[in-house]
């Protein structure tokens, strides 16, 4: 079993940035297949951004493309959700989710239920 521990978040105006973090203790994280969620009080979660184990593939939702990066440092055990030009509208709670996959699986997932493991999340405050 892997813990997920997200970190960044915070409160920052539109139009600036932030890079969260989502750290595993268990080694290999290579193993995970990764995704970032973000939750709005009354909304259901919704899928950000995927990665596959290797980092060869990835998934966006269509309000973050060309804003949102995700990557994987497997040697630090971490994913990374570098936002840019960030909008009020991207106010929620970040989680990060995790999957262990095999080998051959260098997929990135982009549904919520295929994911086993949840970090605590992290909270994104963009203001007007």
């Known amino acids: 079993q892997v813990q997920l521990v997200e970190s960044g978040g915070g409160l920052v105006q539109a139009g600036g940035s932030l890079r969260l973090s989502c750290a595993a203790s268990r080694r290999p994280f290579s193993n995970y297949a990764v995704g970032w969620f973000r939750q709005t009080p009354g909304k259901e979660r919704e899928f950000v951004a995927a990665?596959?184990?290797?980092?060869?593939?990835?998934n966006y939702a269509d309000s973050v493309k060309g804003r949102f990066t995700i990557s994987r440092d497997n040697d630090k055990n971490t994913v990374y959700l570098q936002m840019n030009s960030l909008k009020p509208e991207d106010t929620a709670v970040y989680y990060c989710a995790g999957r262990e996959t095999s080998y051959y699986d260098n997929y990135s997932y982009t549904d919520e239920h295929q994911y086993d493991y949840w970090g605590q999340g992290t909270q994104v405050t963009v203001s007007s």
């Open positions: 990665i596959s184990w290797s980092g060869g593939r990835t």
